[in-house]
């Protein structure tokens, strides 16, 4: 997707959660304020401090993330909608 | 479970608090704003500060918390709650 | 108590307030929006500045304190109420 | 166009984003509150950090840009209107 | 008075303002929403800045304040009404 | 005009904007929020930072500026009417 | 007048502007939230930043300034009504 980021932000394709119970019964997410999952598209280089150095971020594109239903802005880039949203946004990696 | 949180955010399983009188009778909380409590299931690496130093984290797996109720944003992962709040609206841990 | 407060935050017993005249009458405090007073079961290690020191607390376990009346938190541990606070919501220590 | 913008501000002249669909059909945008896309004009010198020094911008005249439907301010100059907006509310830069 | 305030906090004993006119009426002060005035009977050890350091107030005990009706809290202690004020809430110090 | 403004200030004198379109006609503008233009008639020394450097400012007198219809402060003095705004809320220099 | 203000704060009397035309008819201000003009009485010793080092102010005993109507807060003291305020509340000086 032709999208850069800047600074601390992040492009992310939302994607539906799977929920699982422990007997593998999927079960589809009540409607809610719940957090969502997505797929890191790309990423920004960072957020400059207050002397000017450059914080990289510590997501990576391809990492699934989680973030609050809220946050961030959603985009529509040839015709396909993404979400921008900043890293400090985000709650949780998924780890496979 | 496959959660990594980012920065100072920690992974929490919420748990029934036991409430024990000096008699040793278990007294069920009454419903309202109390804090709660939960185990920390992960920890993020730490906020950087100013200088872009990272500064660690002092709570740690396995450790048992407590947070006001409305802290943090609940998940679900695989199809079980966790809660992901961060280090600065842990209000206390419990020593065993 | 088995609760270890973090950063800044004090673990402090409530008690009510002796409230004496001149003449030695106890006078009980009318209900309003008084700050409180209790005694400090535990402090954290302090909090950390922009540079990453450790600033320690002032106040330290056992010392009366007051604060306001909605200052901190109310937890329940093991049956007992006890309040989390921040030490710079306290407004002052109880010289004996 | 002759305007200099100051600090952290770029000018930006929008314009309507083309929507197309995978099978190229071009999809008029629905009325709403979708962030909007323009090109950048002019950009301002970078902002002083606490030291001091200038934070060069790392968007250039030419680009274009991802932003909030609200971010920045409409200026009429010589007939023309331009959003003047600050750096840190681009979403993200278009790559062609 | 046996209270000691921390940090940049002040306790003040509140004193009716003696308001007179150049030809030495005394008049009432009307009810209303205008500062006051009050002695100082213990200062805090002042706060400490971004580096840790301490930074000492510039008010001292004995001295004689001017603060906004509704700046600080009021404390019942041993029966008496102190005030305890941040120093930043004094308005001056008035010179006899 | 005999006003020096403080710290990061400018002293603005508001000019209708001229609005030509292509062709050269003019357009009067229409009533709205719009921002405006004026002529700097003087400048502050500039802000200190957290250094205590003074930092100056970027914009001089007879400078033609765009600024927000609601930033700063409509000031009289000698019967005319001027604007005291600070540095930050001016978005942009007219380059002619 | 007895009175030493603290820090970044000014004790100000407020005057009446006079507002004079081009051809020297003065013109009553209209009541409304225009700015205020004073004189300085007496001025703190100035703000510390963050380093602890004390910024001087910019404004001296005698200087006549421009002000916002809702600025600072009214004192009486000795009967008589003073302003005291920040002086990065003053908005000009005015030179004669």
Do not use: C
């Not at 994607?15 to 019964?25: D, M, Q, V, Y």
């Amino acid at each position: 997707m032709p999208i850069r980021p800047l600074h601390d932000r992040l492009v992310v394709k939302r994607s539906e959660p799977e929920l699982k119970t422990a007997s593998g019964i999927v079960i589809p997410d009540s409607a809610g304020e719940k957090p969502e999952q997505g797929e890191v598209l790309a990423v920004g280089p960072g957020k400059r401090n207050d002397r000017g150095d450059l914080i990289a971020l510590s997501v990576k594109p391809g990492d699934r993330i989680l973030f609050g239903k809220y946050a961030g802005q959603t985009v529509k880039v040839e015709g396909e909608e993404v979400l921008v949203i900043r890293e400090d946004d985000v709650l949780a990696v998924l780890v496979s």
